[in-house]
């Protein structure tokens, strides 16, 4: 079995299922989210395959409806999680010595299962665990994560196929090994497939992984440790470790085991890390590798010649699918002041039609926001908005989180550019718009690449094409992901590799084989088949 070079082709992206009245998709998801609704799980901590728990929970609750709990998780404490370092290092050894094309046969099963028999399964947890409507955990919790799973083997199948070349009678090759020591994974609340591939990358390339989620997201970062499970994840390869980000974060990152962190969240949080692994660098195996994905004031800026239909559908899917609250969303554009009266008025138009409520009503675009300290920090952006002066609130504004956490789609404009409202990341659904000058397009593209300390995200929207170069040009470094008439949202796996700079991370790229690379370490290794036995060179002989 072992005697021949194993490859994976490129895979084909998965598809989307519609969930249209009358579909299977449709008949399968209705009856799995009132199984999932009226279940309350006992979630545990996983270290070394076995079920942990630890008598100190917290609840998982709907975002639309918080007074109904799906569970409660355990949390980690000092035990757990020198507990899962020790699972960690254990399985370490017999994991790394795995041929590749097992490992990555767990992920490739994994993908198997997510698109068949687990994908109710696991878009009714997005949906239930963390308000996604069915549109957004489709292309989330469904098709991308099948994505990762499945690029990402090929990915590493071409890792281990880079080998340099060799000398006469000598032979060099170049072995990929994973990390010393552990990666710690911590993962955001608003992706069910960042949460998956987050552990999963590193691990394929046979590192050993803890895995913390987000707090807000235990519910559905369960379903896809299950999954793993389910797959043959064998025991301590990925460890799950919900709990308190101080408590397992400060014991974790000064671990001289630590081998990298593999990061989605907050541009301040990462900071924190990044400082804290810069004060103990001293103190650690090897230099960590740190990998981050962090916040994004991502911008949408229209040309005169833009076709306002589109640009305003791609405001609107771009500022409010899924409540804004993705790295990715649309939060601050630019108009030209002569395409501004029909903009506002299609945009007006369009907002007051979005529908907004409980996801498991699939009429609905829209839902909550994730919980109540988002709730009050987003409709704090929005009484500033409608007290400060030279800001306007064009339509929306209002907020009720009596049941669920529910903040209308939002539209702003702003008579200054530097407004807070343009400058600060919100995560949630607000769009501030500035009118500028259609003679001053030039001025206004380097007025978006300076505003703004991130860079993860942007787009133009034009039909002139000498435009369309110079927003390319004027805006090389604003966006790790740019886009021509498109919403700056929707990063597809292997097709958009995911990622920016500056304030927003390490563009590292999530969906290519650029993220994989840093979770190994490369030996080189060069054998001389026939060595020589006399020291002496050949000028060395007489005058």
Same mark, same amino acid.
């Given at each position: 079995m072992d005697e021949a070079l194993f490859t994976l082709s490129m895979p084909e992206n998965e598809p989307m299922h519609s969930y249209a009245p009358g579909t299977p998709e449709r008949d399968a998801l209705k009856p799995r989210l009132a199984e999932l609704a009226s279940e309350r799980l006992d979630i545990p901590l996983i270290i070394a395959g076995r079920e942990v728990r630890t008598g100190r929970t917290a609840p998982c609750v709907m975002p639309h409806d918080h007074g109904h709990q799906l569970g409660? /998780?355990?949390?980690?404490?000092?035990?757990?999680?020198?507990?899962?370092?020790?699972? &960690?290092?254990?399985?370490?050894?017999?994991?790394?010595?795995?041929?590749?094309?097992e490992r990555v046969s767990i992920f490739l099963r994994a993908a198997e299962l997510l698109a068949g028999p687990w994908r109710a399964s696991l878009n009714a947890a997005a949906m239930l !665990?963390?308000?996604?409507?069915?549109?957004?955990?489709?292309?989330?919790? &469904?098709?991308?994560?099948?994505?990762?799973?499945?690029?990402?083997?090929h990915f590493v199948d071409r890792i281990y196929?880079?080998?340099?070349?060799?000398? @006469?009678?000598?032979?060099?090759?170049?072995?990929?090994?994973?990390?010393?020591?552990?990666?710690?994974?911590?993962?955001?609340?608003?992706?069910?497939?960042?949460?998956?591939?987050?552990?999963?990358?590193?691990?394929?390339m046979g590192n050993t992984v803890i895995w913390k989620p987000a707090s807000s997201a235990v519910y559905p970062a369960y379903w896809v440790m299950r999954l793993f499970l389910e797959a043959g994840l064998p025991p301590?390869?990925?460890?799950?470790?919900? !709990?308190?980000?101080?408590?397992?974060?400060?014991?974790? @990152?000064?671990?001289?085991?630590?081998?990298?962190?593999?990061?989605? !969240?907050?541009?301040?949080?990462?900071?924190?890390?990044?400082?804290?692994?810069?004060?103990?660098?001293?103190? /650690?195996?090897?230099?960590?590798?740190?990998?981050?994905?962090?916040? !994004?004031?991502?911008f949408v800026v229209a040309h005169v010649s833009a076709d306002v239909d589109a640009l305003v559908c791609a405001l609107i899917r771009g500022?409010?699918? /899924?409540?804004?609250?993705?790295?990715? &969303?649309?939060?601050?554009? /630019?108009?030209?002041?002569?395409?501004?009266?029909?903009?506002r008025e299609k945009l007006v138009t369009g907002v007051g039609t979005v529908r907004m409520g409980d996801p498991r009503d699939l009429r609905n675009f829209t839902g909550a926001v994730i919980d109540e300290a988002a709730f009050d920090k987003i409709m704090g952006y929005i009484e500033h908005a409608r007290e400060a002066e030279g800001l306007e609130i064009i339509t929306g504004g209002h907020g009720d989180k009596a049941r669920g956490y529910y903040i209308e789609p939002t539209v702003v404009r702003a008579d200054d550019p530097h407004a807070r409202l343009m400058e600060e990341e919100i995560f949630g659904p607000v769009l501030t718009i500035y009118v500028y000058p259609e003679k001053e397009f030039v001025e206004t593209l380097e007025l978006c690449d300076r505003t703004s300390p991130y860079a993860l995200t942007g787009s133009i929207f034009a039909r002139d094409r000498y435009a369309i170069l110079l927003a390319h040009r004027t805006l090389r470094y604003a966006a790790g992901n740019f886009y021509v008439n498109d919403k700056p949202t929707g990063a597809v796996v292997g097709l958009q590799p995911f990622g920016g700079a500056r304030a927003s991370g390490t563009n590292d790229k999530s969906g290519s084989m650029l993220n994989l690379l840093r979770w190994v370490t490369p030996r080189t290794i060069k054998e001389t088949f026939v060595p020589p036995t006399d020291f002496r060179y050949p000028h060395m002989e007489g005058e």
């Open positions: 409660e /998780y355990h949390l980690a404490g000092p035990e757990e999680i020198a507990a899962a370092v020790e699972a &960690a290092e254990e399985a370490k050894m017999q994991w790394s010595c795995l041929p590749w094309p !665990g963390i308000g996604k409507s069915i549109f957004q955990a489709e292309i989330d919790a &469904a098709c991308e994560l099948i994505d990762f799973f499945r690029f990402n083997g196929s880079e080998q340099p070349a060799s000398a @006469l009678g000598v032979w060099d090759r170049l072995e990929w090994r994973p990390l010393e020591g552990f990666v710690f994974a911590v993962s955001p609340f608003n992706f069910v497939s960042i949460a998956g591939n987050l552990p999963s990358a590193p691990a394929l301590g390869v990925i460890n799950f470790l919900p !709990g308190s980000g101080r408590e397992v974060g400060a014991r974790l @990152l000064g671990h001289p085991q630590l081998g990298g962190v593999h990061f989605t !969240g907050s541009t301040e949080t990462f900071r924190g890390m990044w400082r804290t692994i810069g004060e103990r660098i001293a103190d /650690y195996r090897s230099y960590p590798r740190i990998v981050g994905e962090t916040g !994004g004031k991502d500022a409010f699918e /899924y409540s804004g609250q993705k790295c990715s &969303a649309a939060s601050r554009a /630019y108009i030209p002041d002569s395409l501004w009266p029909e903009v």
